[in-house]
């Protein structure tokens, strides 16, 4: 198809194409799949979360004695019933949870676009789920790291104390534990996230951190894919620190490859990344460097991730009858097991 038509393309399927994002509260779910919004743009993408299925508004929860990890704690039933009607392209009537109040607000009506990104901290526990999500990642940010998050966020936007965060977060640990990590083993990609190794500061005050991309085999891509990186920008025009590596693991059972980046990249670099992806995904425009600018590792493993995804996306396409839906055949997929914790 020409290099113009696959947004197009996709804007006229009838699949709903449906990327699961699981991690703990707070870890930066939403970030990691920043590229894939501005790339295909708002009429084409949209969010929700999950905890709009939480089965207890907070004092109902506090009155129980649980946290929202325990799947009792959720209506899994209901969620399954919606995203299969959103993958069949119909609307719905979606809960509300409001995390400032704590309760819930009237429902609202939901119409499916044609990618669905749906976030929270069980978007893979039941098989249900697991198979009308094409694409699933995995958000494992450092426990050091989480904390901060997390305590930046409740405290600046949810308006609880630091020491309220730092119980909860206590109490929680053991069911995040029992039923929120053991979902990296079903991710397509995992996303880990430690502080910079150039100093906790940079992290804090430039965004700066070593984030790693742990990666499931990718039996088939769209064709040769270069995503080669020039020395010339990073030996002539870089000014910043940065690091680039990577390794295999043993996750899961499985050999993986995992990338990983940390410091402050030139946008000269990064530029020629955007075009590799263009060229080899036929999706454009892919312009999400400023020029001058210096991108982060994680912006780095956002670009990575949405080739990714494009990829499977377009394999979906041009998939044979029956096979569109079967990640097996797309990429590989199988367990990761985060196993740090």
Known sequence: MPQSDFKRVIAESSYVFVIGVAGDSGSGKTTFTRAIREIFGEDLVSTFSIDDYHRYDRRERKALGITPLVPEANRFDLLEEHLAA?????????????????????PVTFRPTKILIIEGLHPFITGTLRSLIDFKLYVDPDPDVKRAWKIKRDVEQRGYSRDAVLREMEERKPDFERYVAPQCAFADAVIRIAFSKYGREASERRNVYHVTLCQSKLDRSIRDVDLSIDLFPLLSLSQRDFMVEFTT???GGRTMGALAFDGELNDAVV?????NIEIQTLVRPIDLVESGAYLTAGDMAQLILAWRIINRRIFIESAPPGAAGDPATLSGDGGCGCGRR
Do not use: S
Request: aromatic share 6%; hydrophobic share 30%; net charge negative.
């Open 86 to 106: 959103l993958k069949a392209g119909e609307t719905i009537e979606k809960p509300v949870y409001n995390h400032d109040t704590g309760v819930f607000d009237p």
């Open 249 to 251: 693991e043993e996750v």
């Open 271 to 275: 530029r020629k990344l955007e075009r």
